[in-house]
């Protein structure tokens, strides 16, 4: 027999007889998906013990910025003149990998398609069941196979940096797609069973993709700040000059 609540029930045939004599089991089936490990921890309200060391960091903060400014002046330039353009005119440091990525694509390409798939993606995720489970992505009996579709998908993309900008080939971009996929070849050329290259092929699918993503933010980025020049032109900061 079973209950509402799913459990199930079975009678003793070997119960004595008679009219209230039955003897159940309560047989419980394990759920398939089982509940994640609950501890003991105490739980305490967000207000006020999270909110009152929340307003202690931010008093903390506030005062090292103060006594920052008091000690040292920004580097401000002079103030603006709109008859004279600085050159190169670059944006602050964490927009700077969008503005390289404007010398290789149109507007409409790095400043909003991109940026909009991106905020598209982290606003799509969290719908997802993401991170339950890590399986790893370059071990097992189908090592080679993934190993041949990174690598597929990795030229793909190499030959589209290559002619797809008007600038030239985006290299940058090159350079950390090819960086990802050798890193990921690693454990088939110094073996999987031990140190380093065991630690590569344990790497899931998802990591390898938010390493390329912070590789390439990375790389555009530092470009942008110390390898640009007059002209966006590509410069050695130790022949050319520093330009921020």
């Known amino acids: 027999m079973t209950s509402g609540d799913g459990q199930n029930f079975v009678v003793d045939p070997g119960a004595p007889s008679g009219p209230t004599a039955v003897r159940l089991t309560v047989v419980e089936q394990e759920s398939a998906h089982p509940l994640l490990d609950t501890t003991d921890e105490e739980w305490v309200s967000t207000v006020p013990h999270l909110l009152v060391r929340e307003i202690a960091i931010v008093c903390l903060l506030v005062a090292f910025v103060a006594l920052l400014s ?8 002079d ?3 709109p008859s004279k353009t600085p050159n190169p005119s670059k944006a602050p440091w964490y927009f700077l990998g969008l503005q390289e990525l404007l010398h290789y694509y149109p507007p ?5 398609l991109l940026p909009g798939l991106v905020m598209a993606a982290l606003m799509i995720v969290p719908y997802f069941d993401i991170n339950i489970e890590r399986p ?3 071990s097992g009996a189908h090592y080679r196979r993934h190993l041949a579709v990174v690598w597929l998908i990795s030229v793909v993309m190499i030959v589209v940096f290559l002619v797809s900008s008007h600038a030239g080939p985006v290299w940058p971009l090159i350079g950390t797609t090819a960086a990802t996929a050798m890193g990921m070849t690693l454990p088939m050329l110094i073996g999987q069973k031990k140190g380093p290259g065991q ?5 899931s699918l998802p990591f390898w993709i938010f390493t390329w993503f912070v590789m390439s933010a990375i790389v555009l980025t530092v470009i942008g700040t110390f390898f640009r020049g007059p002209g966006w032109g590509f410069v050695l900061p130790w022949e050319g000059g520093l330009y921020v």
Do not use: H, N, Q
């Open 108 to 112: 409409m390409i790095s400043g909003i």
């Open 70 to 77: 008091y000690v040292a002046d920004a580097p401000l330039l």
């Open 199 to 203: 630690w590569i092929a344990t790497r």
């Open 79 to 81: 103030i603006a003149d």
């Open 136 to 138: 790893e992505f370059l």
